[in-house]
């Protein structure tokens, strides 16, 4: 989409940081443009007309001014802030990682809208009263999906012969998972993933594209530690990098929680 000098965007702000003495740089994902970072001048002073609007998680309708390095942000009004979200620090944490996973994923000035959709619908669905345990699950292999990395769950990578119930190695960078057959050194593969596991990974990625997790879906507990090891250790793979947010996410998930939901 060509965007005019001055124009308008619904967005969600990623992250931000300081810059100069008052003035701080935004990351958001646009509905329509893709990562855009913008400088936000003067935010930082107080009685500043668009401190609030600009604070990570916020769905915004942001209006911007092309600039040559980066755009100059004039104006933002809240379209959703995600209270609940922000009132728990487990949901937090969890919303941060969201966040930090778009912005690894996504490209400057390319509009990606089934992974705006997706974002948008996980936010919504972590700020309801009750959330299931599964649902960063489902974010991250819908945005493996949708950015062209999607694992190979159902059959060998290597041969493409479909896999009967059994525990098989998982190789991040053939991006799925080996048969028996086809394993030619059994310690190249550090990553297993036993049945239970393999069964909930395939449910995930059957979900349709645009349908939330419900808090009532009951799924076992036991393999819930594996599925985030692979999925994270596929990822982190992906974008040749430790995301930050996961140490913040595992310290609150360590946490007593006082409420209903189990950690991630």
Known sequence: MTRNRNYQTRAIVLKYRPMGESDRLITFFSSSFGRITGIARG?????SRLGGSLEPLNFAQVSLARGRLFETVSESVIIKSFNRIKSDLNRVALALYLAELTDSFADDWSPNQKLYDLLELTLSSLDKVEYSEYLIHFFELKLLKFVGYD???GECVECRENLLPATYPFAPDMGGVVCSDCQTDIEYYPMHISLGTMKILRYLQRLEDDEA?????SLPQQPLAEVSNILRNYLRFIAERQLKSTSFLD???QMPLNGTNTPL
Not at 43 to 47: A, D, I, L, N, Q
Not at 213 to 217: A, F, P, R, T
Request: proline share 12%; hydrophobic share 40%.
């Open 151 to 153: 694992p190979e769950f």
């Open 251 to 253: 310290q609150v998930t």
């Open 213 to 217: 997790l419900l808090s009532g879906v």
């Open 43 to 47: 935010v930082r002073r107080p009685g």
